[in-house]
């Protein structure tokens, strides 16, 4: 069983930027590939952007390329979303969930930071 913490969120207005961070608890946290996701209430969760457990590859979904980059540190368990010039249509529930690099579905989510862009 892995824990994830996300933290990070909070309410800022539109252009500034925030960086979220998660933490996982597990000691084998290099075989996992880190996902970021979001979710308004009543709508389907969004896929934001993946690296893999060694950092050297990431993807980034459409909406989001060239504003948000997404990290990691192995050797402090934590993923990290830096999202820049924020939107009003960023704000959402932020999840990062945790799934082993050779599964394809995420098994593993955390509760969420709650991210809230004023326009």
């Known amino acids: 069983q892995v824990q994830l913490v996300e933290s990070g969120g909070g309410l800022v207005q539109a252009g500034e930027s925030l960086r979220l961070s998660c933490v996982a608890s597990?000691?084998?946290?290099?075989?996992?590939?880190m996902g970021w996701f979001r979710q308004a209430p009543g709508k389907e969760r969004e896929f934001i952007a993946i690296?893999?457990?060694?950092?050297?590859?990431?993807y980034f979904t459409n909406s989001v390329k060239g504003r948000f980059t997404i990290s990691r540190d192995n050797a402090k368990n934590t993923a990290y979303l830096q999202m820049n010039s924020l939107k009003f249509e960023d704000t959402d529930v932020y999840y990062c969930?945790?799934?082993?690099?050779?599964?394809?579905?995420?098994?593993?989510w955390g509760q969420g930071t709650q991210v809230t862009v004023s326009s």
């Open positions: 597990t000691r084998t946290f290099n075989i996992y590939d």
């Open positions: 690296i893999r457990g060694s950092g050297s590859s990431t």
């Open positions: 969930p945790a799934k082993i690099f050779t599964m394809s579905e995420y098994k593993y």
